[in-house]
């Protein structure tokens, strides 16, 4: 029998590694940013129904750069888990946090044992209401998990968007026009070419909502918001 | 991906199935319990014998731009009153509502469980149920609370949506086999629901507007709690008022104390003088 052939474990996660971020770098990147009311969602998707934005709960959105599947079945999953937390317990247990850090076990665990790591980076943003902060926590294929402070990009070229949003920074929060069309810019610079507002899908969590803060913003109130 | 940690994998986007496969210990209506030997006499041959429910009154009335819910706030424990604010309307989502009538503990769950279940389809599908789409959601719930009738705790929902096709409101109400049945006009249930239904055939007007509405609902409240036991009428020395919700192309609005106050001092004020 002939014996199988000796990987070092370094080479092994580097390998993965190496799949899982070409796999994301493949797809557009979607931007979270604070602006003066809550954070706002913008993503570069042409397609109106498939969505990279999605409500999770009360204060909580999750967005998802990679491949389609395999965030969806993380969305999914995540907003599960919500609704349990909340039905279990009540409505303002669920925190981002928690959330975060369920998803950072699991991807962090499907990058260690699985053949195939996921290939996907999400975002988990939380509307800081009664003058508590934002919370915006960035996770990865491996489920290594960061805290972000007032924007974070994921997917596609996703550090000359960063680059981007950090020279363009202000030191109090834009308004919802002027930060989405920040977060326009940014794409575009990235993609080189005009990202007409059709092809923007925007999502905010503004905190002065009643209930559920979570709101998809029509192309039409996009395009208002650009003119 | 079949496994990860936390987040159990599961299809379909209802949270009750969810419950029930992946934590049936929290799904109401524990079915360990249901192979005990029913608590009461039940003789299904006998009509009579099936608990129904008691201590309430909830109704619903079609007005011309939807519908209106309303229930008292009594609560008894037999020949005592456990509670005298207690909530019977429940808020569902942006367009429908429902009332309860039965065991608060087990009813107070369903209204929850039904509230998560339509956030967490809207959620995952990315629109929401239809009107009719709820309201058979909501008789499979009751249907799968039918061991729990023969230990006595009966849950009992009307339920109120505003259909956004139709353009209007509409009433549905259940049996414990979990029937769904559609009201044309208007409904109540529980132990004051004969008189708050004899109350409203009288008074009742297709198209009526928003205010004639209001008064026929709170009126046919007054009666029932004039006639049963059961069920709590204005209680003008504590400010205790049954509550209303309306439910409309709007979405659905929770009618100020003040003005369900005011309503019903006119109508007392009234009968004083006659």
């Known amino acids: 029998m002939p014996l199988p052939y000796y990987v070092s474990p370094e080479q092994m996660m580097q390998d993965k590694a190496e799949y899982a971020k070409k796999g994301i770098a493949k797809g557009r990147s979607i931007i979270a940013l604070e602006y003066v009311d809550g954070i706002v969602l913008a993503a570069d998707n042409p397609s109106s129904s498939l969505h990279k934005v999605s409500e999770v709960y009360d204060r909580i959105a999750f967005a998802g750069a990679g491949k389609y599947s395999e965030f969806e079945h993380l969305r999914k999953a995540g907003i599960r888990h919500a609704d349990l937390t909340g039905y279990m317990y009540s409505r303002e247990d669920v925190s981002a946090r928690t959330l975060s850090n369920a998803y950072s076990q699991s991807l962090g665990t499907a990058f260690s044992t699985d053949v195939k790591p996921l290939e996907v980076e999400i975002l988990v943003v939380q509307v800081g209401v009664n003058g508590q902060a934002n919370e915006i926590f960035r996770i990865s294929f491996d489920g290594s998990i960061a805290d972000e402070k007032s924007f974070a990009v994921i997917g596609g070229r996703s550090e000359a968007v960063q680059q981007y949003l950090r020279e363009h920074a202000t030191p109090e929060p834009p308004s919802l026009q002027d930060g989405l069309r920040r977060c326009r810019s940014a794409l ?39 003119a | 991906m079949n496994s990860l940690p936390f987040l159990p994998h599961h299809d379909g986007s209802s949270f009750f199935d969810f419950l029930t496969q992946h934590h ?35 109704l619903a009335l079609k007005y011309r731009d939807g519908a209106i819910i309303a229930g008292d706030r009594r609560a008894t424990e ?42 967490h389809y809207e959620k995952l599908e990315g629109v929401q149920l239809s009107c009719e789409g709820k309201a058979n959601k909501l008789g499979q719930m009751v249907k799968a609370n039918l061991p729990m009738v023969f230990q006595g705790l009966v849950v009992m929902p009307l339920y109120v949506g505003y ?60 009666n029932a709690a004039d006639e049963d036991v059961g069920t709590g009428g204005p209680d003008l020395v504590r400010g205790i008022y049954p509550t209303a919700k309306i439910v409309s192309s709007a979405g659905i609005v929770d009618v100020p104390e003040a003005r369900v106050r005011a309503l019903y001092e006119t109508m007392i004020a009234e009968r004083r003088r006659s």
């Open chain 1, 188 to 226: 575009e610079q990235v993609a080189t070419q005009k990202i007409p507002s059709e092809n923007l899908e925007v999502a905010v969590l503004d905190r002065h909502r009643q209930g559920r803060k979570f709101r998809r913003l029509t192309s039409a109130d996009i395009s208002h918001l650009l």
């Open chain 2, 24 to 58: 049936p210990e929290l799904r109401p209506g524990v079915r360990d319990l249901a192979m005990l030997p029913a608590a009461l006499p039940v003789d299904l041959a006998r009509p009579g014998t099936i608990p129904v429910p008691h201590g309430t009154t909830v």
């Open chain 2, 163 to 222: 259909d956004l096709k139709r353009q209007e409101g509409r009433i549905f109400k259940y049996d414990i086999t979990g029937g769904r049945y559609e009201e044309s006009d208007h409904h109540s249930i529980g132990s004051g629901g004969k008189d708050a239904r004899s109350t409203m055939r009288e008074h009742y007007r297709p198209g009526l507007d928003e205010d004639a509405a209001l008064r026929v609902g709170l009126l046919a409240l007054y």
């Open chain 2, 78 to 119: 037999g020949f005592q009153i456990a509670d005298r604010r207690i909530e019977k309307v429940f808020r569902i989502d942006e367009y429908s509502a429902m009332a309860i009538a039965g065991a608060a503990g087990p009813c107070i769950e369903m209204a929850k469980l039904f509230q998560t279940e339509l956030e």
